[in-house]
């Protein structure tokens, strides 16, 4: 998918600006955080406890980290040995390569797809159809994305959550070229008829994978929907595409994630469908397709194996981080310019795309720590936020002019003399702008910082002069 | 350099893998292996069977109690006319030695086609703490029809209803067969949220799920 994260600013503004998304926006606007909650009450009021869960996750998933290279080879073995064949893909282009390859083998013209954020990170979608190869959408969201000319999902659970029942409406009308229905209700059942069809007659299947199990050489599917599963049990061929970090131990700890996953997602205890698929058809079996194939992908994961940022590859892509995400809440998804948004799109982005083409994206975030509070492994997203702030740094990525105040104000902070004078000035001046009251409305030397809040007014003098006066007799 | 020796090899760098520390990692990984390590779950209930029940129904699954297995296909069918269902149905080959036709029901025993309205199907066990159907594909129990039949009628063994999904694993392990092509877990009809993240049912896979519990006598067994 093609990177806009360094037009994040003009993204958001733009966001802001569109009132039917801010509409749409305050209409899902906690949903999934109350969701949450109540199915963590309904779990610890079952004698269960979340907290002892989440560390049993995050310690599952370093556990794997520490031995990756060893997990994948053990489900390379595994999955193969069950008749799947494996096949790993460094970048988008090579994972694009490879689907394109699997369908000319067999003769394949039409691919179901049940949802794939690595898909949209190759931009799959595309290649097939220039090779030929009709690639459908099956997630409710995700194929209301495609029918309208291929919109970037802005959510990874919910891809259409920035999208108004009307707006689905017209475009169902239009594409569909059927009377326009009005009811959520009728317009999934007509999606429903419209995706049947195509579910009877494609080839080929294509998926992601919640998570890979080591053990047994099997993917774990889970969606609500059941897509996942005609995209898996239809067609004679299925592509599964999933990153290196999904790798799991055993079956044991499927049952694990599986008891964190719905619940931080949608605020489900389990997800309608849960699959866990093996290997290909047996010769008497009425159902399953002929050939599987697993594609590994890379595509800037391996880097972060050993690095500061190991943390981020556990993951399980829940989304709750930018549920409860005050900046993704007021802009939406797409103005992060990318595939993930969110906190964990703010971490991922620069860390797979490079750091220089999401400059704005670890500063958007006030670091309030909601995404690390409810992440169900635990992953310290705002450190990593900041640490991708110093990396900037460091790596002399910010602007001229910060850097430059920068320096100037260590200069002046390593001077008692100087900084004292420096704050005495300043305490005036901000007190002068105040006009004697508790806020300043326009702040002088930056007055787009105050234009959607005020800036609060210094107390007096400052703390300097305060306990000066203080040690006086 | 092929694709998987280049990215194996940038996660060995990572890790700080040298030939001295491979053979630890392999024993730490057949060990995690071994040890089958369990996270926490929540408390067992008390009575698997009403749990299981009151679980379901909060998922927009219906529920019917039976006294043995003799009584099934009467209450499958009691719950088509109710709905107004058609007596055609496709279900199990394994199911297919049942008095159906006692009953009133045409029963096919094979795989689902997308003209089948009402899918009839066993399952492996049930898990009572999410009120979940797990079934296991083969020749005799086809996956298509928990999925392409706008109906699902799922015939459960309440002796078979086991407490987590760990437990259901551990059946899966102990008993012949070995792990299928594909285990499918199932909680409620199918749903999406998608639009206006407002619930509606049936989404690709059935509108409705219905259970027939039989009773057996050995519901405590497996606690």
Known sequence: ?473 | MSSRDDILGRVRAGIGRAPGNAAAGRTAIEATLAARRQGPRPAVADDLLASFKAKSEALATTVDIVDDQARVPAAVARYLAERSLPTEVVGWPALESQPWRDAGIAFAGRGAVDADLVGITGCHCAIAETATLMLLSGPDTPASVSLLPETHIAIVDASRIVPAMEDAWRLLRAEPGGLPRAVNFISGPSRTGDIEQTIVLGAHGPYRVHLVLVKSGEIDRLK
């Not at chain 1, 999208?163 to 017209?170: I, N, W």
């Not at chain 1, 595509?299 to 399980?316: H, K, P, T, W, Y």
């Not at chain 1, 310019?337 to 400059?359: D, F, H, Q, R």
Request: proline residues 5%; hydrophobic residues 40%; charged residues 25%.
């Open chain 1, 1 to 473: 998918m093609e990177i806009r994260s360094m037009h994040f600013k003009a993204n958001a503004a733009t966001a802001l600006a569109n009132p039917v998304l801010q509409g749409n926006l305050r209409t899902s606007k906690g949903k999934f955080v109350d969701k949450r909650r109540a199915a963590i009450a309904d779990f610890q009021a079952e004698g269960g406890d979340f907290e002892a869960l989440r560390e049993a996750g995050r310690d599952l998933r370093n556990r794997v980290l520490e031995n990756l290279d060893l997990w994948l080879e053990k489900f390379e073995s595994t999955a193969t040995a069950r008749g799947a064949a494996v096949l790993w893909a460094k970048d988008g282009a090579e994972i694009c390569r490879h689907v394109i390859d699997i369908g000319k083998r067999h003769g394949v013209t039409k691919a179901v797809k049940s949802k794939s954020m690595l898909s949209e990170e190759a931009g799959l979608n595309q290649a097939l159809e220039a090779a030929g190869i009709q690639p459908v959408e099956t997630d409710l969201g995700e194929y209301i994305l495609q029918i309208n000319d291929n919109e970037p999902p802005s959510h990874i659970i919910a891809p259409v959550v920035h999208k108004g029942l009307d707006e689905v409406a017209d475009l169902f009308a239009r594409v569909h070229r059927k009377p326009r229905k009005t009811g959520i209700p009728e317009l999934t059942r007509e999606a429903r008829e419209v995706l049947r069809s195509h579910f009877l007659t494609a080839e080929m299947g294509i998926s992601g994978g919640n998570f890979l199990v080591a053990e047994t050489g099997s993917v774990a599917l889970v969606t609500n929907e059941g897509n996942g599963r005609m995209v898996t049990t239809l067609p004679r061929v299925h592509v599964v595409i999933t990153g290196i970090e999904k790798v799991i131990p055993t079956l044991e700890d499927l049952a694990l994630l599986l008891r964190l996953l719905p619940r931080s997602a949608t605020g489900q205890h389990i997800s309608n469908y849960v699959s866990l698929l093996t290997g290909v058809k047996q010769p008497d079996e009425h159902d399953g397709p002929e050939h599987l194939y697993f594609i590994l992908v890379d595509n800037g994961r391996a880097g972060l194996v050993g690095s500061e940022f190991q943390d981020m590859l556990r993951c399980i892509r829940c989304g709750a981080c930018m549920n409860h995400c005050p900046v993704y809440q007021t802009i939406g998804g797409h103005a992060y310019g990318w595939v993930y948004p969110g906190p964990m799109g703010s971490v991922l982005t620069p860390l797979y795309t490079g750091i220089e083409n999401a400059i704005d994206l670890p500063h958007a975030a006030t670091l309030c720590n909601q995404c690390g509070v409810v992440c169900p492994v635990k992953i310290p997203l705002p450190e990593l936020l900041r640490k991708l702030r110093e990396k900037q740094v460091e790596q002399r990525l910010r602007p001229l002019g910060e850097r430059l105040a920068l320096k100037a104000w260590a200069w002046v902070a390593s001077k008692p003399k100087l900084y004292a004078l420096g704050t005495r000035i300043g305490v005036r001046y901000l007190d002068w702008l105040a006009g004697g009251g508790k806020a300043i409305r326009v702040l002088g030397v930056v007055p787009a910082w105050t234009e959607g809040r005020d800036f609060p007014a210094p107390e007096g003098k400052t703390f300097r002069e305060l306990y000066a006066r203080r040690q006086k007799p």
